[in-house]
Structures are given as structure tokens and as C-alpha cells.
């Protein structure tokens, strides 16, 4: 490969800036000829070191494309700014092309005559997924390394992703970001190969999906805000349904969502499918995605249950309300701006909202369709950038030129109505428990004499419920008023706002985003852009559990702390543990010996085993205890131990279905293991009068909590190590365990006689003492003094 460049500081812009601005206040035609270009390259090279043969990569359409992280257009992302160019040269730059660079290229031992790249995703900060020749690769850009992905059994064309931008980290984020689709398009449905990758493009696995639909395969998509994968298939005639020829998608879930498989409206895309769909789906998980051809432009705020085509703004320059019929060069798009470059040279720039229009901004003969291309940098300013080889190496320069959107807008008389739109939850993650509640608020000023409100939207409704009320705060030092806009968001599944038939299942939680916007505010709010946060139905990831210790055994010096720490240990008689969990009694096995864990366990609780005992709960969060868990909850000695009981039964417990237990739920597991045996995914609660019969009403009930059963113990001083898993499905999406130690004692030592040489022990014991009452006084009376004679 070429010699990498070193970065240098961005050069200065040219002179013109000024005279670029005048001739745009007064409505220059040649506007768009920015005086605001420039030249970047670097004057400091590293040396080549690679000896490796390579093949050089390009691009399978004959018009280059930018692709941008979408991550990088967030504030929290700023050092990251991973960009691609796509062109007869394919350039990766992970500074926006602030550097001078060399073309992309591939060892020969990977692709040796030719290295045509048709697809390209993102999967990381500084790695890029890439389809070259129909096989699938991972390239890290640092250092510079390509890896063969695996599993992909079939050539694939197209890659989809979505990533999740939020500020905070989350598990669930880090699924989407890493949750790719390979597949290929031009066939039907049926005989489509898609594969799966959970891990950022390193394996792949083929997914089974059986639609039984009719049509083309165009693309599959990860509505994951929306909770389900989209296919999106073109039908050039009718179906039996009375389905109408077109373009359309057919969604699919999980059995957790409880929503059935239904399709989107039908749209028109071609007749005969696009020889290249180009698709945007990286627009903060709200649920937008737009679809172009160099034909026709659409987008979807509602993750493509309507594509609607994009409208054009009239003004005195450009009268239409429709593009012109020359067609579509580029699309790009920021977080909530698009800007649309047609065949012609002409440029278009909008909002991207619940009804998205553009207006048009100008013509510019000297853009070069077959080397420009464009992106957002930041929010009201689009950059047109081109490669131009170096005359000082074999590197490529970057000639760049920003062009102040605000200046052009505000040429074509496009008015801002909205003063404010401000919100603290802007870009964050959220978290909503079962029976929780969250708030959230922002703060709107509309212009004098305009009645601009707020529009709230949830990607996801099948998950997230609100509400929302208007409060007039004051008013600004301007004299507008301030009103403050309330919103209240719940689960929806508790909610009542709609019926259970519409909601998701309990068992995983789901993701869906809330939007703030004004959809009315005018193309001229370059500024005013909309509020989105992430809220995640499902586990706070700081939320657990802990163990109520109100004494210990070290606190009455039964064991002492300083014991515990040296590497403390103890045995169990082989007559009490079972390896298995399964109870069984007279199993041919060794005493097994524990090493205590002090570090996890601290001090044992202390027990006294005539008590009948339950441990209690707690529930934290954020390092501050929230309330005393009353769910219920199962618990098992981790080592084994089966010499304990439970007080109630199942008749005792009210039940009036038969309990689950230990023994059954563990039988069932191929490979028996009680951390995953019996949890709030598969509990069952007895109180369920459609659960099984009630056969044995006098079997141990083995649920605590909620209730008066307990633990009892026998006469045994000794150690145990439980671990507690909360199994009410309806307490938190968390799955709550805690593993904790006590010590029960108060027994009397083991005797290891047994019961009937005890007795007789005592029988041989009572009889000397009657036989020696009897003989002891006739003894005494043979004991004659020498001096007396006896008659």
C-alpha cells in the first residue's frame, strides 16, 4: 500500500470568504461557487513499511458516495469521525479528510486480480464492515488489517446496520450497534440467503425466515426502536390478497412482542426494482428512513409503515413542488438536515421531520457528478468534497468547500416561527422498570404572533405510553412567552391506555425513542433541532439487590473476621450435599471441602436453628436503597447442601396449582444447573388457577417471599452459601440475585451412638444401681468385730 499521510492542521480557508458572502445577500446565481474552498494535504509522510503485494479497491457505481459514521454527528462522538469515500478510489479517513490519503487496497492473498467493493457498514469507532467480491471482511483501520468474516456460505451484495448513538453506556445499545445483516438482493424472498451477525461482522449465521411471500428481495432492515426486522420486497403484479403491485415491507418479531407479522402500505419504487437502492436508516433510532434511486426519494418517519416522497418548498427561483425529472445524484443527511444534489447540478436543502420538505438553494455547473460528493460537518453548513492527487506524492488530497446553508435559506425567504426548543434529555439513555414512571420536560418559546406546538412521537408504541401537557412558564426578556412542555412516559403494558393484545411480552425488555419537534417550524429553524432520547423498557443497569445482615456471627464471636480473610475453609459431610442439586440421599462420595469466599461474602448472617427463617431483601439503586423486595423468591445452597427444609406446603400455601420445585425444573435442563433452572422466565406462580393440576397438595411449597413460608433447619451448626433469585415476573426486568453466606448454630454436638445401644446403655445402667441397692446392706451386715460371737 501507499505511504500513510500524517495529519497537519486544517489550512486556512482562501480570501474570497467575504466577497463569497456579499454576492450571496444579494442573491448571486453563482452562490453556490463558494469562496470558502480549500486544499487539504499533509506535508509530513510516514514511511511505507508494508512489503506486501496489494490489490487496490474500488467501488462497483460509477458515481462515488460519502459514507459517514452516523455516530460522528453527535456531540459525544466529536473525536470520532470515522468518513468513506467511495469512488473509483476508496478512501477511509477517520478525520473527515483533513489529511492527504491513499487509496484503500486489500493483500492478494485475500483478493488477487480485482477488489470491488459494493457494500460498506459500520461496526465500530475504527473498523468498518465491507463487502469485496462478494465476501464479507472486517477492516481495522489501526493498524491496518483485514479479517475474513465467517459464516457467510453464499455471495452477499448488501450490508445493513443501525447504530445507537446515546450518550451513557447500555447493553442494549451495544446489541444494535453490533447486529449486522449480509444478504443479496435480485431474488425472490424464498430463495434469499440472509445472514446474521451479533458481534460486529466477525460471524455470521444464516437465518430461517419463512414469509411465504411473493417478490423481490430489495433490502432487510433492524427497526430495532420499533422492535422488529423489516424486509422490504418490490411485487411487480397482485397477489391473491388483492395486494397491489409495488414495493412494501414485511415485518417479523419475536414470540416475547405478542405482535403479529404484518406488512407496510405499498409504495411505489420501480416497476421492475431499482438497479441500486441506496437507503439512510442512522437517524437516532426515531423511526426515520429514507430510500433513493437516482429516480425517486422517500422517507418514512414511522420506520417504513408509510414512505411518502419528499416535497419541494416553491419559491420565486425554483416554482415546483416536485423535483426535477433529470433525477437524484446524492442524498446525505445529518441527524434532522438533508440535502439533495440532482443530475443536473441543482441543490436542494430541508428539514427531515414528520413532513419533510426541501426548498431549493442553487445551480452549480462546476460540480463534477463523477468525483463530488457531500456531507454535514456541522449542524447549516454542507461541505462538497473531491479527491485531487497529490503533486508532492502518491497520496490524494481532499479539495473541500463549505457552504453556509443559513445564508442560502435565508435568501429564499424561509422564515424560523420558533424562537426555543431546549430540553436537558437531549441524546441520553433512560430506563423505565415495571410500574415505573420517568419525566421529562422542555422548554419552547414560539415567535411573537405564531402558535407553534410541540409534536411528541414514540418509535416504539407498542412499548411506551405518555402523555403531555402545556404549561406557560413566563416570559423571555424579548417578551415572547416560555411554555414548558410535560411529559409523563410509562410502560405501556401497565399504562390502560391500550389493550394487552398491543403491547410487548415481559419477559425482555424493548427499546423506543421519544421526539420533541415542531413540525411546523419552517425550514428557516436551521438551528431549532428536534429533542430525542433513548428510553430503554428494561433493566436500570445499576439496579440490585442486597442481603439484610442485622447480626453476623463474627459480631458474637462465633467466628472471627480475621479467620474468615486467612484463606478460611470448611467441610461438608458427604452425607448432606448432593454435586447434582437433586437431593439424593446415601450418594458414595467424599466430605467435600469449601474454601470460604470472604471477599464476595463477608461475614455469615447468624441463624439459630430452632427458628423458622426467611432472609430479607433489599433493593438498590444507584448506590441508595430503594425498598424491602416483597417478591417472591427461590434460593439454593450452591454447593449442594440438602439439609434444610421449608415449613409450608402446597396445600398450606393456598395454591391451587401444583408448585414448581427444585427436582423437576432441574431434571428438565440437559446439563443441570440451578442458576439457570428456575428463574422469572420460566416461574410459574401456583396461585395460577390454569396451571397444572394440584396432584400432591402435601409436597413442599419452595417459593419464599410474599408470603409466611421459610426456611427450617435441623439440629446442625455450620455454614451455608445460598444463593436467592427473584423469580416474580412482575416485579423488574432485572434478573435480581444476590449470594450470601450464614452460619446456623445453636445445636447440640452430633452423638455417633446410635438410639438402641443408647438404651440399653441405660437399662445395663439402672440395673447395677437396683442390683447394688439390694446387695450393698447384706454386705455391711457380714462384717462382724472379731470380739463378738455369733449364735
Known sequence: MAPAA???????????????????????????????????????????????????????????????????????????????????????????????????????????????????????????????????????????????????????????????????????????????????????????????????????????????????????????????????????GGDETGKAAGAYFKYFGTENNHVPNYSSAVF?????????????????????????????????????????????????????????????????????????????????????????TVVYIATDESIDLNTTVMLFEERGWLTLLSPVMSNFSQLYDFKKCKFNLQLAVRRSQQSCDVEILEGNFQNKIYYIDMHKNLTLNATFVPKRGKTSIPLVTVSNPHVLAFSAKILERGFTYDGNTEYLLHIGLQQQYFSGFAEHDFCYGLLDGELSTITVDIPDKGIGCIDVAPLTALVAVSCPPTKHIQIFKNITACDKGLIQEAVLKKNFSYTISYEIYDPQFLARPNIQQDNLQIKYDFKNLGCPLLVYYKNPWVPILELWENSAFQEHVSAEFVMFEINGMHNYDYLLTANDANCFSQPQNWTALLKEQESPDPHTAWTRRNYMSCKNR???????????????????????????????????????????????????????????????????????GLLILILLLILTGYFLPHLSLKKIHPKVKVF
Open 6 to 236: 500524517a495529519p497537519v492542521p486544517r489550512p486556512r480557508p482562501a480570501c474570497r470568504a467575504e466577497l463569497w458572502l456579499w454576492l450571496c445577500l444579494l442573491g448571486s446565481s453563482s452562490c453556490l461557487r463558494c469562496g470558502n474552498e480549500q486544499l487539504v494535504y499533509s506535508v509530513t509522510f510516514s514511511k511505507d513499511t508494508k512489503a506486501a503485494r496489494c490489490t487496490q479497491v474500488s467501488y462497483t457505481r460509477t458515481k462515488p458516495i460519502l459514507l459517514q459514521h452516523p455516530c460522528s454527528k453527535y456531540s459525544s462522538w466529536d473525536k470520532q469521525k470515522m468518513s468513506v469515500y467511495l469512488g473509483k478510489f476508496v478512501f477511509i479517513s477517520m478525520t473527515t479528510f483533513e489529511s492527504s490519503l491513499s487509496p484503500l487496497s486489500i493483500p492478494e492473498e485475500l483478493e488477487a486480480k480485482e477488489a470491488v467493493v459494493s457494500a460498506i457498514a459500520f461496526v465500530h469507532t475504527d473498523r468498518v464492515s465491507m463487502v469485496i467480491n462478494g465476501r464479507v471482511y472486517v477492516y481495522f483501520k489501526s493498524p491496518d488489517r483485514w479479517v475474513p468474516s465467517a459464516g457467510v456460505s453464499s455471495s452477499v451484495s448488501e450490508l445493513s446496520n443501525v447504530h445507537c448513538c446515546y450518550t451513557g453506556e447500555d447493553s442494549q445499545c451495544k446489541v444494535v450497534s453490533w447486529t449486522l445483516f449480509a444478504y443479496d438482493t435480485g431474488h425472490s424472498v424464498s430463495k434469499s440467503h440472509i445472514f446474521l451477525s451479533k458481534d460486529g461482522g466477525y460471524t455470521f449465521t444464516r437465518m430461517q425466515i419463512s414469509t411465504g411471500e411473493r417478490g423481490m428481495l430489495l433490502g432487510v432492515y433492524n427497526f430495532n426502536s420499533f422492535g422488529l426486522t423489516g424486509l422490504l420486497i418490490n411485487r411487480t
Open 268 to 356: 411505489r419504487l420501480l416497476s421492475k426494482g431499482p438497479a441500486k437502492l441506496w437507503s439512510i436508516h442512522n437517524l437516532g433510532l426515531r423511526g426515520f428512513l429514507i430510500l433513493w434511486t437516482t429516480d425517486i426519494l422517500l422517507v418514512s418517519s414511522n420506520n417504513g409503515l408509510l414512505m411518502d416522497e419528499v416535497t419541494v418548498m416553491p419559491t420565486k427561483k425554483f416554482q415546483n413542488t416536485t423535483f426535477p425529472n433529470c433525477g437524484f445524484s446524492l442524498v446525505t443527511v445529518s441527524r434532522s438536515e438533508i440535502a439533495v444534489l440532482t443530475q443536473d447540478k441543482q441543490v436542494f436543502y430541508g428539514s427531515i421531520s414528520q413532513v419533510t
Open 690 to 760: 390454569n396451571g397444572p393440576e394440584l396432584k400432591w397438595p402435601s409436597v413442599k411449597y419452595q417459593v419464599l417471599g410474599g408470603g409466611k413460608n421459610k426456611i427450617i433447619f435441623p439440629p446442625y451448626n455450620g455454614l451455608y452459601v445460598f444463593k436467592a433469585i427473584i423469580v416474580d415476573t412482575f416485579y423488574s426486568y432485572c434478573d435480581l440475585t444476590i449470594t450470601f453466606s450464614i452460619y446456623v448454630y445453636g445445636a447440640f454436638p452430633r452423638t455417633y451412638l446410635s438410639f438402641q445401644a443408647t438404651l440399653i
